[in-house]
């Protein structure tokens, strides 16, 4: 479907700004990408793009046009999931992202697994610990740990995962053992920060007796790399708020030590985003629900050993 090909490199080329991005995310180089534009325009008579040497941006006819673009492919889209429906064999691309952290230690592991259970559905996946836009992305599905959002994403919460503070040895030998969770602000406790763009972990929230507590801690290092937080810690850099599941086998070996256990973290939910109308996809439906059960065996089985 030459034309149907030629209208999606279109939407994601508008959706990114860019050739080069546009058709990476469709596996097509920057040249074949372009050209599939021009032969869109050919087709039309009209001109998509303004093009600059800096920037690409649709004309007036080009933002219309993209419009009623996103409308035929969301369509075809609908249909060839009630077909599919139909089918014995899903198949397919999945396009999935995921935190490092949840992604590498629990989604990358078991996509071979699905991968198995149903050879004709190829699983496209991308690991990024910043908050990703499923739609402007062209995601099916988004895995998070935190906090369940407030979005118009169906969402599906797979379990809630305990988190710890913790640092290393070393780090607490220099530095002391905080004994009460204002003893991170009022000590100068080096807490380690996961930020990014629209970040919310700039605080950290701890249970009490008397209910959440807001600490506004702070410290030399910070990155939008959880796992950059972990190698910090277990360096002697200070102390990390992570999913216990994230750093299970530190505290086995005692390379990091719990703190403030009478006082934990909130824990935070394991989910995942998907538009609604992937409901109808059946191959959606079966990565959800696979990811889902098996997902949470393994986290718990982490956590266990």
Known sequence: MPYIDSLKVFVRVVELGSI????RGLRLTPAVASNRIKELESRLGVRLFNRTTRKLTP??????FYKEAVKVLDTLEEAEAVVAGFSDH???????????????????????????????IEIRLRLSDRQVDILQEGLDVAFFVGELLDSNLKQRKIMDCERVLAASPAYL???????TPFSLIEEGHNCLMLRYPRSPEYFWMVQTEDGLLK?????QYDSDDGDILTDWALDGRGIVNKPRFDI???LKSG???PLLQETPPLPSSFACLYPHRKLLD????????????????HLSDTIRT
């Open 90 to 120: 899903p198949k397919g691309v999945i396009a999935v992202a995921a935190p490092l952290g949840v992604g590498r230690r629990v989604i990358a592991p078991l996509i071979p697994k699905f991968c198995e259970l149903y050879p004709d």
């Open 173 to 179: 030998e220099a530095n002391g053992t905080p004994k």
């Open 215 to 219: 600490l506004e801690v702070s410290g």
């Open 255 to 257: 390379a990091l030590v």
């Open 59 to 64: 004309t007036e006819v080009g933002r219309v």
């Open 282 to 297: 059946p191959k959606i439906r079966l990565f959800v629900d696979f990811m889902a059960e098996e997902g949470k065996k």
């Open 248 to 250: 299970a086998a530190h």
């Open 20 to 23: 080069t991005s546009g058709g």
